[in-house]
């Protein structure tokens, strides 16, 4: 996990996981407060972890959002994300 600040506020966070057999990281939980957003801090904030990832020997990176978080598909489009193959989830209830 990394924290972005700016002085002593915490504007934004980010957690992210690295698969050593796969050699697939995946962005996890992140976000800029919306007062900070659209000033291209959340992607500095993925160049960052995406740097972590390569220096750690990761060949590709995932993210995952849901459909109607049209801000943070922006966001990772902005930084060079492109969309894949749809996937299904499957839940149930136990």
């Given amino acids: 996990m990394?924290?972005?600040?700016?002085?002593?506020e915490i504007v934004g966070f980010i957690t992210a996981d690295m698969n050593r057999e796969t050699l697939v990281g995946e962005i996890r939980n992140n976000a800029i407060d919306p007062n900070r957003q659209s000033g291209g801090l959340g992607v500095r904030m993925y160049d960052f972890v995406l740097g972590r990832m390569k220096e750690a020997g990761m060949k590709a990176v995932k993210v995952n959002t849901g459909a109607d978080e049209a801000p943070a598909r922006r966001a990772y489009e902005k930084a060079g994300f492109e969309?894949?193959?749809?996937s299904v989830m499957y839940y149930r209830a136990i």
């Avoid at 990394?2 to 002593?8: A, H, L």
């Avoid at 969309?83 to 749809?86: A, F, T, V």
């Fill in 2 to 8: 990394w924290v972005v600040e700016d002085g002593d």
């Fill in 83 to 86: 969309r894949s193959i749809p």
